[in-house]
């Protein structure tokens, strides 16, 4: 009988290993849906609570599938994105022969605020927007 209760007890333990996959696959499904159709990370109030409604989630479920996915915590993952696309226009704007203002290119890429652009854009690139132009757009 012992035998036959920790087999159940190992087939719960499983399906419950098996829902949580489904769980944190449909998680990041809906998250990269938001990502990269919508665009969530632009808003610059988003954040961890406001992006699990959005996705139909809860918090930590969505905390933990960006952190076993991408290595980083939600923050991070949001800052990432928005310098990647800060990067992107920044590109396109020099392509197109537009002046590129930096502090234009940080609200549209989700910055309320100008030093929190700077930091995350040197964390991210190891140089400062300037820098970066000046070395990357000749």
Known sequence: RRLSEYDAMEKNT???AVSAENAYAKCLEKL???IYEDKV???PEIS???LAVIIKTNRTYL???IHLTYGLSFSDFINHLRIEHALASIREKHQKGEDILVKDIALTSGY???SSFYRAFERETGQTPTQWMKENLK
Request: proline content about 0%; overall charge negative; charged content about 35%.
């Open 14 to 16: 499983a399906e419950r």
């Open 32 to 34: 990269d849906r938001a």
């Open 41 to 43: 990370f632009l808003d």
């Open 48 to 50: 961890l609570v406001s």
């Open 63 to 65: 905390s933990d599938a």
């Open 112 to 114: 309320n605020i100008s």
